[in-house]
């Protein structure tokens, strides 16, 4: 099954400062690579995701960049701020199959 | 509003006992999935369902149940059986493809 691997688990960075957070995916078959955003004591909502046949896309102060050949994907935020900090979660998905297959999340702290 | 409501938000059990978690959904979604969610993890399937009426496992489906008798509800069963209760559980359901709505989650200790 696919296999999903996500870089730092935690992070902090200076307000104003770029993140950038890494996953790593082992199924070349999956084609959906959507990223979530875990406030303190709430559920995931998606932020931004990205299909295989695209190579970035982006939504004001975040993007996210894939490079199908490596299998990695990568959310980037740029001027963070500090309602920034929570925990980020990327995921990977084939078209077709129920299940999502989650990193293991990333603690971001934005210090202002 | 529309959403996913998940109840109860805490939850304490002793060991031995069975505990049902609540997940109800006014979004007409059809697919609905349970998480579990532990520190330093990622999420992991429990169980999902595409249609009333019809669920299947996920990849840690030991130690617990789940019924989908009406679109809305999905309610998620934790077992004596299952030998480490003590997480963090999160409902989903989708509706556009591939886009998942969570609930606000419930957590659930073993005293």
């Known amino acids: 099954g696919e296999n999903v691997e996500q870089h730092p688990s935690t992070l902090s960075v200076q307000e104003g400062d770029s993140a950038v957070i890494k996953c790593t995916y082992s199924?070349?078959?999956?084609?959906?690579f959507p990223w979530y955003k875990q406030e303190l004591g709430k559920g995931p909502q998606l932020i931004i995701d990205i299909r295989s046949n695209v190579g970035e896309k982006k939504d004001q102060r975040i993007a996210v960049t894939l490079n199908k050949t490596a299998k990695h994907f990568s959310l980037h935020i740029t001027e963070t701020q500090p309602e920034d900090s929570a925990v980020y979660f990327c995921?990977?998905?084939?078209?077709?199959?129920?299940?999502?297959?989650f990193g293991s999340g990333t603690k971001l702290n934005v210090k202002p | 509003d529309g959403g996913i409501t998940q109840s109860p938000k805490y939850l304490f059990r002793k060991e031995g006992q069975n505990v049902t978690l609540s997940c109800e959904q006014n979004?007409?979604?059809?697919?609905m999935y349970w998480y579990r969610q532990d520190p330093g993890q990622g999420l992991r399937l429990i169980y999902y369902s595409q249609i009333v009426n019809d669920f299947q496992k996920g990849d840690i489906a030991e130690g617990y149940s789940v019924s989908r008798e009406k679109k809305e509800s999905f309610p998620l069963t934790v077992t004596s059986a299952q030998k480490n209760p003590t997480a963090f559980y999160l409902c989903?359901?989708?509706?556009?493809?591939?886009?998942?709505?969570f609930g606000a989650g419930s957590r659930l200790t073993v005293l």
């Open positions: 979004l007409n979604h059809d697919a």
């Open positions: 199924d070349s078959a999956s084609n959906y």
């Open positions: 989903a359901s989708e509706g556009s493809v591939n886009v998942l709505t």
């Open positions: 995921a990977a998905r084939f078209d077709n199959f129920n299940k999502f297959y």
